[in-house]
């Protein structure tokens, strides 16, 4: 565990993030009480109640939320647009959601105190990381449906920094602005952190004409080695935060400054960590599918949403930072990412960890998967640093060789590795779509 802080240790509302553990498990039951009252007003939720013999008065300690049902992204589809709505229309403060794949976006929505309490949730994991009222922060996610613009806008307001809303896209514009404005603090996914950083580092652009001390990333999975990368790259600190729209947007979890894995704001949530095929909770501290029940939304509430995110919630004792709550882990895949090849589960976040282990590769990468023959296959592509790149075969293939066994070592797996030439690939400024998965144009 880290014992020296990145930035000074600053906490927002103490007297949630440092609650003393029993007074915060009875928060969350009387809390998680109300939640069960207020969803036994949806008829989701009702008819599953009613077959169970459900009722608030059924929940009297924490272990009586395995009693409630789970719930799915499904059940909102099934339920669209607003099945879950708990609140007269004439009530709801704002709509946001995600754009989703099939057209129809999941909408959620919130109340004007759910909006209040949110815009904390957010100023909690970014005063944890450094930001201040005298600083000025780019806002470089989608202002839109996306929760992380406007749940990021307002974060920032409650802390009284002041706002760039640059929104996503035209990245010379991000850039000239980092040089116009001189904002500190950049908020953007990391994938699209990497597209600025190209920008910046291969651009006429000293670094001396930025402010950026610190970004806040978050919105789509990363690694480590990838936080090393950018955070040399631009010479800044990076921290992770994590959401979904379904239970609020991001503020649900984020780093504090000892960068010990993400707190999980519990007087507002409650994590569990199943094996998502039994549905039982796996073993403390060890991997699962997150479920998430928000235990204060009162204009669309939810129980047990089962995330599809494979993360850890820590078991190794108390943050230095004086927090109470529990930590997660990054996430580690989503279970609907999972590849499975050769009988071999297999998460890019294990294929990026170790491509960003070898210093001659960008972090620019893309995963495809085909079947060719029967077998499933996954290809590799990543472009190279400019200064690494060669006409020399042998040196190429000595650099294949390397990621090869880099691959192998975290996945157990050898996969077909394509050096390709330095700005080839795709980039992206919202979340990032490195995996192709080519097997189900053939099925
Ligand atoms: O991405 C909310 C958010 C916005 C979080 C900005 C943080 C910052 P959705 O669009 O509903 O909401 O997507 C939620 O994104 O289930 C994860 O799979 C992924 N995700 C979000 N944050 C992280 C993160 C927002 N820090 C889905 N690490 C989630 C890994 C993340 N994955």
Same mark, same amino acid.
């Given at each position: ?35 069960v ?87 909690r ?144 949530? =409650?994590?569990? *960590? ?5 549905? &039982?909770p796996?073993? !403390?501290?060890?991997?699962? #599918? %997150?479920? $998430? ?6 204009a ?6 089962r ?12 943050c ?37 282990? =070898?210093?001659? *590769? ?5 995963? &495809?998967?085909?079947? !060719?023959?029967?077998?499933? #296959? %996954?290809? $590799? ?36 590795i ?10 992206f ?7 192709k ?7």
């Amino acid at each position: 565990m880290n014992t020296i802080p990145v930035v000074e240790n600053r906490i927002w509302q103490p007297e949630f993030e440092c609650m003393e553990r029993s007074q915060l498990e009875a928060l969350q039951v009387s809390r998680l009480k109300e939640a069960v009252a207020r969803c036994s007003t949806l008829p989701f939720y009702k008819e599953k109640f009613k077959e169970q013999g459900i009722t608030p008065d059924s929940i009297n300690s924490l272990a009586d939320l395995r009693k409630l049902p789970f719930t799915l992204k499904a059940d909102l589809r099934d339920n669209y647009p607003l099945g879950f709505l708990a609140i007269p229309k004439s009530q709801v403060s704002r709509y946001q959601g995600t754009s989703g794949t099939t057209g129809k976006p999941t909408w959620t929505a919130y109340s004007a105190s759910d909006v209040e309490r949110w815009a904390d949730l957010c100023a909690r994991f970014l005063v944890s990381g450094g930001l201040t009222p005298e600083m000025t922060v780019q806002i470089s996610f989608g202002f839109g449906l996306f929760t992380g613009g406007f749940g990021l806008h307002n974060g920032i307001q409650r802390v009284g920094a002041g706002i760039i809303p640059l929104s996503s896209g035209n990245s010379a514009r991000q850039v000239m602005t980092m040089q116009d404005l001189q904002p500190e603090v950049l908020i953007c996914t990391p994938s699209y952190a990497l597209k600025l950083m190209d920008d910046i580092l291969k651009g006429d652009i000293e670094r001396s004409s930025i402010a950026l001390q610190h970004a806040h990333f978050g919105g789509e999975p990363w690694t480590e080695e990838m936080r090393e990368r950018i955070e040399s790259g631009l010479g800044i600190r990076c921290w992770n935060n994590y959401g979904m729209a379904e239970c609020g947007g991001p503020g649900i979890a984020g780093e504090c400054a000892y960068r010990n894995g993400m707190h999980i704001q519990e007087d507002q949530y =409650i994590f569990e *960590v199943i094996d998502p095929d039994t549905l &039982e909770p796996v073993a !403390p501290g060890e991997k699962g #599918e %997150i479920v $998430v029940t928000p235990l204060c939304r009162e204009a669309f509430p939810i129980l047990r949403y089962r995330t599809r995110d494979i993360g850890i919630i820590y078991d190794d004792g108390d943050c230095p930072c004086g927090r109470t709550t529990r930590r997660m882990s990054r996430i580690l895949g989503r279970t609907d990412d999972m590849l499975i090849v050769r009988g071999v589960n297999v998460f890019p976040s294990q294929i990026e960890t170790a491509l960003m282990q =070898i210093k001659d *590769v960008s972090p620019h990468y893309m995963i &495809e998967v085909t079947r !060719p023959k029967a077998l499933d #296959e %996954i290809t $590799v592509y990543i472009e190279m640093e400019p200064e690494f790149f060669s006409d020399s075969m042998r040196e190429m293939q000595e650099i294949k060789q390397r990621i090869d066994t880099a691959i192998f070592g975290t996945t157990g797996l050898h996969m077909k590795i394509e050096l390709v030439n330095p700005n080839t690939l795709e980039r992206f400024e919202g979340k990032a779509r490195r995996v192709k998965d080519l097997r189900k144009l053939v099925d």
